[in-house]
């Protein structure tokens, strides 16, 4: 089956820089209809950075500048690098996998704190 897995959360200070990444298995893999979302406390999941289906890019106003998303296609596996990081940031960072078919798949999450 479809599985996506995140990794490389944790705690980082305001101002620090993580890389996360989303392996993805059970599927062709391609960039396109990749993308990553957040959820903090108390909020809805939203949109940080995706690509779509035609390869466009699309940044949260709130990242642009800071965040980049990116992809190997060797290793199956798309990347959220994220530098500048602030208190805000802090959430649980999903990946999303948007098949050719229109169907979701989504990964369990990895939590990404900032603070000092």
């Known amino acids: 089956q479809v599985q996506l897995v995140e990794s490389g959360g944790g705690l980082v200070q305001p101002g620090g820089s993580l890389r996360l990444s989303c392996a993805v298995s059970?599927?062709?893999?391609?960039?396109?209809?990749m993308g990553w979302y957040r959820q903090a406390p108390g909020k809805e999941r939203e949109l940080v950075a995706r690509i779509t289906s035609g390869g466009s890019i699309n940044y949260a106003d709130s990242v642009k500048g800071r965040f980049t998303i990116s992809g190997d296609n060797a290793k199956s596996t798309v990347y959220l690098q994220m530098n500048s990081l602030k208190p805000e940031d802090t959430a649980v960072y999903y990946c999303q996998k948007v098949s050719a078919y229109g169907t979701d798949y989504w990964g369990k999450g990895t939590l990404v704190t900032v603070s000092s």
């Open positions: 059970g599927i062709i893999f391609s960039i396109n209809g």
